[in-house]
């Protein structure tokens, strides 16, 4: 079977084009999916740190604003200090610290809804009846009207003053006077010596102009000194309304966000856009690879064509020049199988030639006492006596002759049945090449491979030594499918090889069997066998053992080449001092039509 080269060549290049052509766009998805990812992290981490500046932003902005309003609580505490504590406050947190709270603190706490301790009732009224002792000093009246003249119309909504035990001795919301705050960390921070401010929001909180809604309040706890003194005597607790200005933050970080907002969407939209260029640009990339790829295999397709060409041409050159060297090795059996047919012809010939002519001597001595025969029946048809003497006389001499030469007879009657007997050879020879010959001129057919065998064998037989046996042993066989032509060639080369393999006398034995679906031909000699050096050459065309002039080295690879060709498979076993046998396989019915036959 020929390789169709453009044929594998269109279906394997244009397979890995596709292969090609798929990863190509397959890698250029993950570029644009990895690029479109980077831009997305990109905008990501814009977006985070847009977000962090704004939160830290904002941040800052309440920091700073409870930075300034602590501070500003911190002058405050201390102009009201400086104003009231010492003729106001510190007589008034003197007395209301003479009112006992132990026994409400040693009241234990509870454990809430939310799991967390919490001063039952109990423990809220104990406050809220000291709360009540501290309200009904006489001096609180007067001090509360002071306190609310001094901070109306200012930004502090509350005030509230806390002993050195964490008592609420005072408070602008009268109603929180007397709780204890000794562990709120911000009386705590201030008791130490620390301002402390938080920044909260209230739904509804009492001041003093009355209860308000909606306030961001700073509650700063503030220590209080006595003139001289590095430890607080007591700490303020002011409340100071920034719903303004934190509005105005909050305004302004809307703004930024907002603004970060529309920096984002156009960042999207950039990215949106490089994505649109980059994808443009890489299905450019893929239509000019994907032009290259066809020019590529334009050219190629072109080439590998151009070679299958070649390739034809070589083969055909190939096959004819197989074919001429086929025949040349044919017609150099054919030459020895024409001088041995040519020796068996002339041994026929030559005794039956002597006999014929043996034959002619012994009728010419027969052609006077014939005569005489004939002249004495004659003479007994006359009427005259005296005559009828006289011819008698004259033919009684060739007569006597005859008699006594009658012991010739059955040597002629011999030499004739010994010259149908050589004329019977020679036709049997003559058919047995007009068999051949007749085989020689068919193609494909259905053939009896026995016959077949059994003819070359004859015909083979007209040019081995006398000397060496040639044993034919077939089995029952099927019709094969084959070329006879090709196979008379096979077998003749095989038995002519097997006899010359023979030094003296021998043996060649032709044996067929069936061997599972196929045949089996066996050419068998009683040689000296194939060297080792020599087997794996055997096969090989022009390699030959034989002195030069004596052998072509084509016999042995134009029959693998025969066999091949008919689907089958030449293998030969071989034994030093014990000989070879040649194994012919082959199938019944050809696979595939045969080559034009050699």
């Known amino acids: 079977m020929r390789f169709r080269l453009v044929r594998y060549f269109a279906f394997a290049s244009l397979g890995m084009f596709v292969v090609v052509t798929v990863a190509l766009a397959y890698f250029e998805r993950q570029q644009a999916a990895f690029f479109q990812e980077v831009q997305r ?46 003729k106001d406050f510190a007589p008034f947190v003197a007395r209301a ?49 002071k306190v609310v003249a001094t901070m109306k119309k200012t930004s502090v909504f509350k005030i509230k003053v806390f ?22 960390a911000g009386w705590q921070s201030a008791m130490e010596g620390t301002p402390k401010s938080e920044l909260t929001h209230r739904d509804k ?8 809604e909606n306030r961001d309040l700073i509650s700063s706890y503030l ?25 105005r933050i909050k305004t302004t970080s809307a703004k930024i966000a907002v603004t970060a907002s529309e920096n984002e969407g156009q960042m999207e939209q950039v990215a949106a856009y490089n994505l649109d260029v980059v994808e443009a640009m890489s299905h450019k990339g893929m239509a000019i690879v994907a032009g290259l790829l066809a020019l590529l295999f334009g050219s190629l397709f072109l080439i590998v064509r151009r070679a299958e060409a070649i390739i034809v041409q070589q083969d055909h050159e190939r096959e004819q020049a197989h074919q001429q060297l086929a025949q040349s090795e044919k017609m150099a059996s054919l030459g020895q199988m024409v001088a041995g047919v040519a020796h068996q012809l002339n041994t026929p010939l030559a005794y039956s030639r002597s006999n014929i002519s043996m034959v002619m001597d012994a009728l010419r001595n027969l052609e006077l006492p014939v005569k005489a025969a004939h002249a004495l029946a004659r003479a007994v048809r006359g009427t005259e006596s005296d005559q009828v003497t006289l011819n008698l006389g004259r033919a009684r001499a060739p007569l006597q002759q005859m008699d006594d030469d009658d012991e010739n007879i059955p040597m002629l009657s011999q030499l004739l049945g010994d010259t149908l007997e050589g004329i019977d050879q020679m036709r049997e020879l003559v058919e047995n090449l007009r068999d051949f010959t007749r085989l020689d001129r068919a193609k494909i057919t259905q053939f009896d491979i026995n016959k077949g065998l059994h003819t070359v064998v004859y015909i083979a037989k007209s040019a081995i030594p006398n000397r060496i046996e040639v044993i034919e042993e077939y089995g029952q066989l099927p019709l094969i499918e084959c070329n006879p032509s090709q ?21 060649v034995t032709v044996r067929s069997v069936v061997d599972g679906e196929r045949v089996r031909i066996d050419v068998s000699d009683t040689g000296s066998g194939i060297p080792p050096d020599v087997q794996a050459h055997i096969f090989d065309t022009y390699y030959t053992t034989k002195p030069a002039g004596e052998g072509t080295g084509l016999g042995l690879p134009i029959v693998k080449s025969i066999i091949g060709e008919h689907g089958g498979d030449v293998t030969f076993t071989t034994q030093a001092g014990v000989g070879t046998t040649f194994s012919v396989y082959l199938p019944v019915a050809l696979a595939e039509p045969l080559k034009k036959a050699a």
């Open 487 to 507: 196979l008379n060639q096979v077998f003749l080369n095989l038995i002519n090889n097997a006899a010359q393999a023979i030094p003296g006398d021998g043996k």
């Open 41 to 86: 992290q990109e905008i990501d981490f814009i977006k985070y740190v847009q977000a962090s500046f704004a939160k830290q932003q904002d941040e800052a902005a309440r920091r700073d604003l409870l930075a300034i309003h602590e501070s500003g609580n911190v002058d405050l505490t201390r102009l009201f200090a400086n104003a009231m504590w010492e």
């Open 223 to 247: 220590p209080v000194h006595a003139a001289g003194a590095d430890k607080a005597v007591g700490v303020f607790e002011v409340y100071s309304d920034v719903t303004g200005l934190l509005g």
């Open 205 to 212: 909180f009492s001041a003093f102009e009355g209860t308000v």
């Open 163 to 184: 002993d050195q035990r964490g008592i609420t001795v005072y408070s602008s919301e009268h109603a929180q006077m007397g709780e204890d705050k000794n562990a709120n």
């Open 97 to 145: 610290a003479s009112f006992p709270v132990e026994h409400c603190r040693s009241i234990a706490d509870v454990a809430g809804k939310d799991g967390k301790a919490v001063p039952p009732g109990e423990k809220k009224a104990c406050y809220s009846e000291v709360g009540a002792q501290i309200r009904a000093l006489p001096e609180f009246q007067a001090l509360d009207a």
